[in-house]
C-alpha cells in the first residue's frame, strides 16, 4: 500500500485521578497519535510517550521530532507491504521504542483494515477476554490506598499492583496484604532502588507477593540478577527490557522470572510478540503492561495479551477508570471474573470520535508527499 498521508497528533488528557510513581505525578497525559492514510484507509496508532522523561528518556518532543524528521520519511509516499517493511526501513536508526511503536501500531491498523482482519487474528491469538488488573498509583497515606484498593476490588478487580518508592514500601505493603489476605497483589518500583536496598525486598519476600517489578536500574541487569538470587519472590522486568536481546539476557543471567511486555517500550507489536514467542519457549510467564493509555493504544494492548504466553494479569484496567472521555470508542468494561474482551473488528477495532479528539489535541501536523 502506498503511504498517502500521515497526520501527527499532541494530545493531553485530563486523568480521572492523579498518577503518582516513584519518579514523578501525572494529572493529565500527554501522548502522540498517528494517522497513517492509504487508499481511503485509515491505521490509528498511539505513541506512549509522555511530557516527561521519568518512566525512559523519551518525551512527546523527542517523539515528535524523531517521528517527523526520521520514521514518516522512510514510509511517506512509498509501498510499504507489511509493518515489518517499517521495522526493517527504520533499524538503521538508534533507539526512540516508544516513536518505533506508535507508527507500527498505525500501520498494523491499515493493514488490519485492508485484510479484513484484527489484531487478534493477525497476532494468532488465543483469549478472546484476557485477565487483567489494577496499577494504584502512590496515594496521600496508607489509609487512603486502603481504600483505593477496596473501591477496585469492589468493581471487580482481582489483581492489584502498589507503586512503591523508598520509605513507602514495607510497611505500606504489610497494611494491604494484612487487611486482603487473598488479594493477588504485586509491587512496581520503577527503579527507584539500588542494591544496597536488598533487605527491604527480603523484608518482603513473606507477603505473597506476585512479582516484584522493576526495583533496580531501568537499564540495569546484573545488579537485578543479585538481588534475584537472595529472594524467593519473582522479580519482573520492565524499564530494562528495550528488545528480544534484553529479554535473553535478562532470563539466561537469572536477572528476573517473569517479563513485563509494553509493545511501546520494546518498539512495538511485532518485538513483543517475538519476545512472547520467546519467552513461552524458555518457560518464563509474561503479562501486558500499560502506559495510561487511551482506547486506541488499550486495544493494542487487549490483542497482545490475548497471545497464549500472557498467563500472568495485565496493567489493563476498564476505559472508565482512565478518562472522563475516550478519543476512540468502544469504550472497554471489566467483566465479573475480572477480564476484558478482546476487540474483534478488523485492525484495532477502534473508531476515533473527531469531537473527542479535537477538544484535546494540542498540536497537530499532516504530512503528505
Ligand atoms: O511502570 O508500569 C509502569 C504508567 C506509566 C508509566 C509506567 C507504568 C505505568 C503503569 C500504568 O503502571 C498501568 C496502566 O496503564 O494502567
Ligand atoms: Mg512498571
Redesign the pocket.
Known amino acids: 500500500m502506498r503511504i498517502e498521508q500521515i497526520e501527527m497528533f499532541h494530545v493531553r488528557m485530563q486523568l480521572r485521578f492523579p498518577?503518582k510513581?516513584s519518579f514523578g505525578v501525572e494529572f493529565n497525559r500527554d501522548c502522540v497519535l498517528l494517522c497513517v492514510r492509504s487508499e481511503g484507509i485509515e491505521g490509528w496508532g498511539e505513541c506512549v510517550a509522555?511530557s516527561f522523561p521519568g518512566?525512559n528518556y523519551e518525551t512527546v518532543g523527542t517523539a515528535w521530532h524523531i517521528l517527523s524528521d526520521f520514521f514518516i520519511p522512510v514510509i511517506l509516499g512509498q509501498d510499504v507491504d507489511h509493518p515489518q517493511d517499517f521495522i526493517d526501513r527504520v533499524a538503521k536508526f538508534r533507539g526512540h521504542q516508544l516513536a518505533r511503536a506508535g507508527l507500527e501500531m498505525a500501520l498494523w491498523d491499515l493493514f488490519g483494515h485492508a485484510s479484513g482482519e484484527s489484531l487478534f487474528e493477525m497476532f494468532g491469538g488465543v483469549k478472546r477476554k484476557v485477565e487483567v488488573g489494577?496499577?494504584i498509583g502512590l496515594q496521600e497515606d496508607d489509609q487512603r490506598l486502603l481504600e483505593a484498593v477496596a473501591e477496585y476490588m469492589a468493581k471487580g478487580y482481582r489483581r492489584v499492583?502498589l507503586?512503591i518508592k523508598p520509605g513507602r514500601d514495607i510497611e505500606m505493603v504489610q497494611r494491604v496484604r494484612g487487611k486482603f489476605p487473598d488479594l493477588m497483589l504485586q509491587v512496581?518500583a520503577?527503579s527507584a532502588y539500588q542494591l544496597d536496598d536488598s533487605h527491604i525486598f527480603i523484608a518482603m519476600d513473606d507477603q505473597d507477593l506476585i512479582l516484584i517489578?522493576?526495583p533496580l536500574a531501568d537499564d540495569d541487569l546484573v545488579d537485578h540478577r543479585h538481588l534475584q538470587a537472595q529472594l524467593e519472590t519473582d522479580i519482573c522486568l520492565?524499564?530494562s527490557i528495550l528488545c528480544l536481546r534484553h529479554a535473553r539476557q535478562a532470563v539466561e543471567l537469572g536477572s528476573c522470572r517473569v517479563i513485563?511486555i509494553?509493545p511501546g517500550r520494546v518498539g512495538g507489536l511485532s518485538e513483543a510478540k517475538r519476545i512472547h514467542d520467546y519467552c513461552v519457549g524458555v518457560g518464563v510467564p509474561v503479562w501486558c503492561?500499560?502506559?495510561?493509555?487511551t482506547n486506541i493504544g488499550r486495544a493494542s494492548n487487549l490483542a497482545m495479551a490475548s497471545l497464549a504466553g500472557f498467563t500472568l494479569p495485565s496493567?489493563?484496567?476498564a476505559s472508565e477508570?482512565?478518562y472522563e472521555r475516550d478519543i476512540a470508542e468502544p469504550s472497554f468494561c471489566l467483566n465479573d471474573d475480572s477480564t476484558i474482551d478482546v476487540p474483534q473488528d478488523p485492525g484495532l477495532g477502534i473508531q476515533v470520535i473527531p469531537q473527542a479528539l479535537n477538544e484535546v489535541v494540542l498540536k497537530k501536523e499532516i504530512f503528505k508527499d
Do not use: H
Open positions: 498518577f510513581t509522555s518512566y489494577v496499577s499492583k507503586k512496581d520503577n517489578e522493576q520492565d524499564e513485563n509494553k503492561g500499560g502506559m495510561l493509555e496493567d489493563i484496567s477508570r482512565y
